[in-house]
């Protein structure tokens, strides 16, 4: 919180840390989920938080890594391709593209 400043709210408060989450549920482990989230617990700076989390809900296109902040889910996702996210993406802030997964961004906007 800005000392200077009491009139500023939480909700202005800059987010510092991303967070990675890497599917470790059956399916995504099947896929070698294992490796990637070894690849990014290996790669961890203070600048985002690495979680082996249960499933994300997008079975069989694993394995599925999730960026909160941020919203970006990647897809497919191979040990060696992890350094790519966290020099691009976590420490560069900008997205892998070639990466990223479109479906949950369909589906979100079916919802809508
Ligand atoms: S098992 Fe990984 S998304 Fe469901």
Redesign the pocket.
Known sequence: MDVDNPELSSTELPVLTKYVFV?Q????LKQGAIAVLAGFEAKATSAFVVIGSG?????GN?P?VRILPDDVWYWRVRPEEVLAVVERHLLGGKPVEAMRYSQVCSMVRQLE
Do not use: A, E, P, S
Request: hydrophobic residues 15%.
């Open positions: 599917c549920n059956r399916t995504c499933c994300l809900g997008q079975c694993g599925m």
